[in-house]
C-alpha cells in the first residue's frame, strides 16, 4: 500500500495550492480518504475527510469555507484543494486512507505559507 502526496510549497497569504494524494495497492473506492496537518510543535490535526464515493465532504472549522476535500476513484486520488491560504496554515499535510479499524497514512507534503 501506498500513498503519495504532492503538491505542496511556498506561497504567499492569499494564496492556493491544490495537494494531490495517489493511492495504490489498495481498494481505493472503499476507503474514507481524509487530509491531516502538522505544524512545528504541534499535533497532527484533523483538516477533511471525504467519503468512498465523493460525498460526505467534512471539515475542521479553521478551513471551513477555504479548503475543498474531492476525489477521483478512477485515478486513485484525492485531492485538497486550498484557497485564501494563511501563515496558520502552514504544516506537514499528509493524507490518510479509512476503514473500520484500519488508518494507513501517506507521507507528508509540506506547505509553507508566508505573510
Known amino acids: 500500500v501506498q500513498l503519495q502526496a504532492s503538491g505542496g510549497g511556498l506561497v504567499q497569504a492569499g494564496g492556493s495550492l491544490r495537494l494531490s494524494c495517489a493511492a495504490s495497492?489498495?481498494?481505493?473506492?472503499?476507503?474514507?480518504m481524509g487530509w491531516f496537518r502538522q505544524a512545528p510543535g504541534k499535533e497532527r490535526e484533523f483538516v477533511a475527510t471525504?467519503?468512498?464515493?465523493?460525498?460526505?465532504?467534512d471539515y475542521a472549522d479553521s478551513v471551513k469555507g477555504r479548503f475543498t476535500v474531492s476525489r477521483d476513484n478512477d485515478k486513485n486520488t484525492v485531492y485538497l484543494r486550498m484557497n485564501s491560504l494563511k501563515p496558520e496554515d502552514t504544516a506537514v499535510y499528509y493524507c490518510?486512507?479509512?476503514?473500520?479499524?484500519?488508518?494507513?497514512w501517506g507521507q507528508g507534503t509540506q506547505v509553507t505559507v508566508s505573510s
Open positions: 490518510v486512507a479509512r476503514r473500520i479499524g484500519v488508518d494507513l
Open positions: 495497492g489498495l481498494a481505493f473506492n472503499t476507503y474514507i
Open positions: 471525504i467519503g468512498w464515493n465523493g460525498g460526505s465532504a
